[in-house]
């Protein structure tokens, strides 16, 4: 966690969440850099929000086999709950504003952005989702089915832990990035997106970055037009600074 600059325990503050949550990575880490935004065009601290990231059973923590291998047949929903119900006792801290909740991340964290703000419209307001798995049947066996087993075995589990299951509860705020080149997560994981936000009537916003990849940098300009892109929706959906 980094509070605010100048923080002041009396007044409330806008918190932000940064989410992976999938097995193959942590996101608590003791390394440099961690607790940085490297999304957001300025410095968050100095701005007023608090930035947190909390890393849920079923990634490669030090914490043991049974906290490891929690996860399987459970992606999407276990480690989302987990995320969801350290937030609520996060919510309960006096500083903390809890009309200004927002989570972002990328890939397996724009997954879990999505469930988070779906399966959980209640706690979290405003989300930022980027080159997402929103189908996980649509991903690649070498991973999903390492985590999830056969889609022929446990076909029911695959659906409940993707987010398009869920798209009919959003309430928050929602911009969603993706590369339409991406050939890591297939452009096609965003179309099933918007087709379910549309079949619901759900606003949002979209910004689609031709013939990009996963990491969507290539292009000049882009990785400046994404971060500008991130800091206004944020700015603009969960303000900054005490109140």
């Known amino acids: 966690m980094q509070l605010p600059s100048n923080f002041d325990s009396t007044k409330k503050y806008p918190v932000v969440f940064y989410v992976y ?9 003791d390394s440099w850099g961690n607790g940085v935004n490297p999304l957001y065009a300025g410095n968050m601290a100095n701005d007023g929000y608090i930035y947190i990231s909390l890393d849920n059973r079923g990634t ?6 049974t906290w490891r291998k929690s996860i399987y047949g459970k992606v999407g929903i276990l480690n989302a709950r987990d995320q969801a119900m350290a937030a609520t ?35 979290y307001k405003t989300g930022i989702s980027i080159a997402a798995v929103t189908n996980q049947l649509t991903y ?36 969603y990035i993706h590369g339409t080149g991406d050939d890591n997560v297939h452009y096609q994981n965003a179309e099933m997106l ?31 037009h994404l971060s500008a892109t991130y800091t ?12």
Not at 21 to 29: F, L, N, Y
Not at 60 to 65: H, N, T
Not at 94 to 120: H, I, P
């Open 140 to 175: 690649d066996n070498i991973y999903q089915e390492r985590y999830m087993g056969l889609p022929q075995e446990d076909r029911a589990a695959f659906i409940a832990g993707s987010p398009i299951t869920y798209v009919k509860n959003l309430r928050g705020k929602l911009l």
């Open 60 to 65: 490669p923590a030090p914490k043991g086999r």
């Open 89 to 123: 006792e996060i919510l309960k801290w006096n500083y903390v504003d809890k009309e200004r909740v927002a989570v972002w991340g990328w890939s397996g964290g724009g997954s879990m952005t999505l469930n988070l703000l779906c399966q959980y419209p209640e706690i």
């Open 194 to 224: 918007i087709n379910e936000l549309v079949k619901h009537k759900k606003m949002f916003r979209l910004m689609s970055y031709p013939n990009r990849s996963h990491g969507i940098y290539e292009g000049e300009g882009t990785s400046e």
């Open 232 to 243: 206004e929706f944020l700015r603009e959906n969960c303000p900054p600074g005490a109140r």
């Open 21 to 29: 949550g999938e097995p193959a990575s942590c996101t608590v880490k």
